[in-house]
Each structure stands twice: as C-alpha cells, then as structure tokens.
C-alpha cells in the first residue's frame, strides 16, 4: 500500500474531527504511561502495584482497543488483541496471569509512544486543516503514519497469535475431555440403575422360577410373567439409552431429518428450516443434533416461548445453526442454562456460540461449526 494522496475536502474535515478526538486520546495516554509504570515499578511492594495495575487495566485496555479499532480501519486490515482472559471465576493465582500478560506490556508501551508521537502527529492534522491546501495534501499521511505505528505495538506478533491458538486448542481440549468423562459416567450410572438392575432382577427371578418348576407351577407362571415385563422395560431403557448416545434418526437421516424429528417431540411450534446439500462429517452432524437438542431444550425449559425457528445453513465451509424463539428473553451463557455446555462441545470442534437474548427477547442462538460436507446425499425425509 502506497503513500495516500489527496482525498477532498469533506475527508480533511472529518480529519479534524476524528483528529481532535485522538488528540484527547494521546493525552489520557500521556497521563496513564507514568501511571502504569509506578504500579509496575510498586508490584513487589505489598501488592500496592497489583492493586494499581488492575485498576489501570481497566482504563488503558479499553483506549487501547480503540485506537485498534481505529488504525485497523484506517489500514483496512484486522487487528486481533490477544489478550490472555481468564473465567469469572478464576482463583487469584490465575488472575495474576493478565500481569505478565505480552498484550498489557504492548499497551503500556502503546501509551508513551501514543503520548509523545501520536501526540504530534495528531495535533499536527489539527493544525494543518486551517492551511486547507497544505492539510488536504498532509493530513492522509500523518493518519496512515500514526495508523501505522499504532498497529506496529498494539498488533500481536505472529509468535503471540500462534501461542493463543495453542491456549484455545488446550483449553477446548481440556472441556472435551471432560464433557467425555461426564458422559460415561452418566452411561455407567443409567446402565447400572436401569437395565443392569432389571436384568439382575430377572436372573434372580428365572432362578426362583426353575427352583419352583415342581411343587408350584401358578407360581412359575406368574414369576414368568414378571419377567417378561422386565425384560421389556429393560429394552426399553437400552433404546433410551443408546438415542441418547446416537439417535438412530440421525445415522439414518442425517441431521435434516433427526432435527426435524427432534422438532416434533417438543410441546411447542417449531418451524425448521433446514438447506443442506449434502451429509456431513459423522462427528460434526452429532455435535450439531445435540447442540440443537440442548438449545431446544433450554427453550422449552427456560424461556416461556410459545414458538421457535430453527434455521440450518452449510456456508462459507460452516455449519450455521440459529435458533430463535419468542420467549422473555434473558439468556445468558454464564447462568448455569446449559449454553456453556454446548459452547464447550462446539469448541472441541473450533465452533462458536453467540447468544442475543434482550429482557422481553427475542432470543437468538447462532452457532457455527467449520466443516466440509461428506460426498453422501441426504436421504429423503
């Protein structure tokens, strides 16, 4: 990208504008960049640093993503943070992390260049837009500049972006480990309450059944007829268990039809929209069934809706999946309503889960999952 040239007079106005305002940026810079070194300076004093840290963090992150915003717009490229983040609920040893946190120390030296040269360069904009000719022909350089040297300390590096990649893969590794580990134990415990207790009581029946043959054939009778029934209920209960680890809906229909299947189930109107050229990857057809089912579910349980949409999309190389209802809204991933659950199987997979739910709704749950369609074709519903 060359050096910018003359872009009118309506630009250099709004220059000014945008200029004043990074102006004021520069010198709240100024004033934090001493700050942020004597919290730095004090950490080993009793904490008084942390203390002081913590606090700056929360004035010096948010000008610093500003002014990301503002220079990647200007270069017409994106700038990622990369900051380290750590749960709601993280001990005090974690939090400290954000202390040696490579970002905060790219902001804090982001501060005294943006305090000193960003400074000048913005108040040079200013002063140039009153000689308008001088300021139409300057002003797009000093702009691409400031952009420039911003994006050069507020852009992590390549090694910083690599390392946060392998820090999301770890952590969405660790939750699917789990969220595994969770699952079989609630099949070992459904088996051992459920059709391995029934089939005990069964053996135990067939044996007092052919000790009774003889001197009570009523009783083996009615013994027999017991066990019928609970080998009936113990089959039952294996079905339920084995929809519950892969519907038999899905494997044979794909997760058009286990969706749409899914939808009639529900005690509320669901309308399905589903378009999908073609099966998908076994693994991520069932992510997708259960993270629909669980959102589903979260309706039906939650929200007091009445009706729901459910809109499926192969685009781009994703699978996107929203759901939306008419309910009172309020959803919230971090409230313990299952969407944390299905954010954590969606990450095993590099998907995402974003959730737009206003006081009074409607309630929006967009998920996408990347992925390639397999060579199969959906079987007919």
Not at 219 to 228: D, F, G, H
Not at 297 to 309: E, I, M
Not at 318 to 334: C, N, P, S, T, Y
Request: aromatic share 6%; proline share 6%; hydrophobic share 50%.
């Amino acid at each position: 990208m060359g050096w910018p040239g003359y872009r009118g007079p309506l630009w250099t106005l709004g220059n000014f504008v945008e200029a004043l305002g990074l102006l004021v940026l520069s010198c709240l810079s100024l004033a934090m960049f001493p700050f942020m070194l004597v919290a730095a300076v004090t950490i080993p004093i009793a904490g008084v640093g942390l203390v002081l840290m913590f606090l700056g963090l929360l004035v010096v992150r948010p000008m610093a993503m500003l002014q990301r915003k503002w220079a990647g717009r200007v270069l017409g490229v994106d700038l990622p943070n990369a900051y380290r983040t750590v749960p709601a609920d993280a001990r005090l040893d974690d939090r400290f992390k954000l202390i040696t946190d490579p970002a905060l120390w790219r902001d804090i030296a982001w501060l005294g260049v943006n305090g000193t040269i960003g400074f000048v360069l913005c108040l040079a904009q200013v002063i140039l837009t009153i000689p308008m000719l001088v300021g139409m022909w300057a002003n797009p350089k000093l702009q691409y500049i400031n952009a420039h040297v911003s994006a050069y300390l507020l852009a992590p590096p390549a090694s910083a972006k690599l390392q946060k990649r392998v820090e999301e893969l770890a952590t969405s590794r660790a939750d699917t480990v789990d969220a595994s580990a969770a699952e079989l134990r609630r099949i070992e415990r459904d088996l051992h309450d459920g059709a391995q207790a029934r089939l005990v009581a069964l053996s135990m029946n067939l044996g007092m059944a052919e000790d009774a043959l003889e001197r009570d054939p009523a009783l083996v009778k009615e013994m027999l007829t017991e066990a019928r029934t609970s080998t009936g209920k113990a089959l039952t209960e294996l079905r339920d268990l084995v929809r519950g680890i892969h519907p038999p809906v899905l494997a044979d229909r794909g997760l058009d039809g286990g969706v749409r299947a899914l939808a009639l189930d529900l005690p509320i109107t669901v309308d399905v929209d589903i378009a999908l050229p073609s099966r998908l990857e076994a693994p991520v057809e069932s992510a997708g069934y259960f993270a629909v089912a669980e959102s589903l579910a979260n309706v039906v349980k939650h929200s007091g809706a009445g009706h729901a949409w459910v809109h499926i999309r192969h685009e781009d190389g994703k699978l996107r999946m929203q759901i939306v209802d008419d309910g009172r809204g309020g959803a919230d991933i971090g409230a313990g309503s299952g969407l944390s659950g299905i954010q954590k199987r969606l990450a095993a997979f590099d998907g995402t889960l974003v959730v737009t739910s206003p006081l009074g709704g409607p309630t929006v749950v967009t998920m996408e999952v990347p992925c390639a369609l397999s060579s199969g074709r959906i079987s007919p519903s």
